[in-house]
């Protein structure tokens, strides 16, 4: 960690925020030969990033809203994505139940020919219809047909992770628990302050990029003290996680009667996943928390489709975000637009520039990043080449399949049950090596957390993932939050805190 009597380091780019928007960016601009902070308030993924529906799609309803440009582009990242981090992603088919009243059959037949047509598709299957039969399909006895189409799913909290791997790998420097609280231009540079738990220190950069998510603007009004060029819209959106409700591996996109659709998704073999719900929000979004009445929503919408019937008390964990949407003055939370907006501000050509990211999706983070690079180049006229389009993502490298990894750890250490050593293919791919590399058996691994998580696990996750908390591995670097009780996290709090002690006894000696 940079110590707060350390010469001032002047940055090409300073990034606010660890979502996704802002590792792409960090990760970009590392790549092309810039130096990079990226400085995160809480942890990697905490806020937007970790509470999305988990899909690379390229998003079927938004052509009814005439997205066009986004759709094409979302639709084209898919395979993009899936090419460069086949372990966190992987095809998924989706059915759509036919609801006459609600859409017609030419139409949405009319909605899924653009859908296959508009963003090259190699690995992905096309849409086709599907007859349900009533003793074998989930849904009630009255859906009878539907339409099959392709779109991915990803764990979104790990794609921000491997983003600032692959970024650090490349030297930039990313620090979390820390908060940008100031920035001042001072002519050509930014003068930023950060505070950690340490105190508060200062850097320069030559380009601030503000990717804070939901508090883009708040960040610009209350930080900079400057205007922010744009309004933004916070639309929350809530899941709810229920025992799987049906069997496959094929999620369901089911119509409502208030011409929204949710999503039902397999989730971690044992769940279906579902919503979401989208819902205009004032409050803070540090606290945003589902509601009642989304609740009964997404109950009512799973009810009305499937013969499982839920219930309250089938829900076994909730969670919610706030998409950080740019302001098009759209009366209805559901149609705001889903497109991303990069405003770059500087008043007269001496003046430090700022970079600040409206809106976005998961799925197209990194069209974003070159685009804010693209903007960015004339700032840095040295700068490289676009190279993310191709570049693998931490783990995907030699990794042949997932399957013949699972395989692999499971010939390799002696003892270790499928469901960990899928759970291990999936979130690291090859990089699972860095901290299986030397041991063979399930016994060498360290201490038992539970559900598959061991000492060596947790060892590398702080060491080389930025985990400190118990929240941060069991929520976001792995998803055992689910399925851990309360004296197992008590046991995992307690091996960190030793663990950090330990780390600081080190760096003291
Ligand atoms: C319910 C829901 C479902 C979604 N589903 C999908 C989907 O299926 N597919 C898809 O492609 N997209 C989806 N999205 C959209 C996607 O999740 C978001 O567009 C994306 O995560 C936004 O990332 P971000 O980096 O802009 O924001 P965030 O992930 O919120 O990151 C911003 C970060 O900035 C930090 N920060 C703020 N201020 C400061 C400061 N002063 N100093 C330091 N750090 C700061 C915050 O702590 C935060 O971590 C969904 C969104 C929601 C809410």
């Not at 996704?20 to 400085?39: E, Y």
């Not at 859906?143 to 189409?149: A, L, N, P, Q, V």
């Not at 850097?203 to 998510?213: E, M, P, R, S």
């Not at 705001?336 to 976005?360: K, M």
Request: glycine share 6%.
């Amino acid at each position: 960690m940079m110590q707060m009597n350390e010469p001032q380091t002047c940055y090409d780019i300073v990034v606010i925020g660890g979502g996704i928007n802002g590792v792409g960016i960090a990760n970009d601009a590392v790549g092309r030969g810039l130096s990079v902070l990226l400085c995160e308030k809480d942890d990697l993924a905490s806020h937007t990033s970790s509470a999305s529906s988990k899909l690379i799609h390229g998003g079927l309803r938004y052509l009814e809203h005439k997205e066009f440009r986004l759709v094409r582009e979302a639709l084209a990242e898919r395979e993009v994505l899936l090419a460069k981090a086949p372990h966190i992603i992987r095809p998924m088919r989706f059915i759509m139940p036919h609801q006459p009243h609600l859409r017609p059959a030419w139409l949405i037949r009319t909605g899924l020919f653009f859908y296959d047509h508009l963003g090259k598709r190699e690995k992905l299957a096309g849409s086709n219809l599907v007859q349900f039969k009533p003793e074998t399909s989930p849904l009630n006895k009255d859906i009878t047909r539907g339409f099959e189409y392709s779109d991915c799913a990803v764990d979104d909290s790990r794609l921000v992770i491997l983003n600032a791997i692959q970024a650090r790998e490349k030297g930039a420097n990313i620090v979390t628990q820390t908060r940008c609280i100031a920035a001042q231009r001072e002519n050509a540079v930014w003068a930023v302050q950060l505070e950690n738990e340490q105190g508060v220190y200062q850097v320069q950069a030559k380009v601030l990029v503000n990717a804070a998510g939901p508090w883009v603007a708040q960040f610009i009004q209350q930080d900079l003290k400057l205007k922010s060029p744009y309004g933004i819209r916070l639309v929350q959106g809530s899941h709810i996680i229920v025992p799987k409700i049906y069997e496959g591996d094929k999620a369901y996109i089911m119509q409502n009667d208030d011409q929204r659709i949710v999503f039902a998704i397999p989730y971690l073999n044992q769940y279906t996943m579902i919503g979401t719900t989208d819902r205009e929000y004032h409050g803070d979004p540090n606290q945003v928390e589902i509601t009642q009445p989304e609740i009964d929503y997404l109950l009512k919408v799973s009810n009305d489709h499937f013969k499982t019937q839920l219930v309250i008390n089938d829900i076994v964990s909730t969670f919610s975000g706030v998409r950080p949407l740019c302001d098009d003055e759209s009366d209805n939370p559901a149609a705001i637009t889903r497109d991303y907006t990069l405003a770059v501000s500087q008043q007269h050509s001496a003046e430090a520039p700022l970079l600040s990211v409206f809106g976005g999706k998961l799925t197209t983070y990194r069209k974003l990043a070159e685009s804010a690079l693209e903007q960015l180049k004339k700032f840095f006229t040295t700068m490289g080449q676009p190279w993310t389009a191709h570049a693998l993502l931490p783990g995907a490298e030699n990794l042949v399949s997932v399957e013949d990894l699972i395989s692999e750890i499971q010939t390799k250490i002696k003892g270790i049950d499928l469901p960990t050593a899928s759970r291990w293919a999936h979130a690291y791919g090859t990089y699972v090596w860095k901290f299986l590399n030397y041991s063979s058996s399930v016994h060498e691994l360290g201490q038992s957390f539970g559900h598959g998580l061991y000492a060596q696990e947790v060892d590398y996750l702080v060491d080389q993932e930025w985990a400190i908390t118990s929240q941060d591995i069991l929520c976001r670097r792995s998803k055992l939050y689910l399925e851990f009780k309360q004296d197992q996290v008590d046991l995992l709090d307690a091996y960190l805190l030793e663990l950090h002690e330990r780390r600081l006894q080190k760096d003291v000696a």
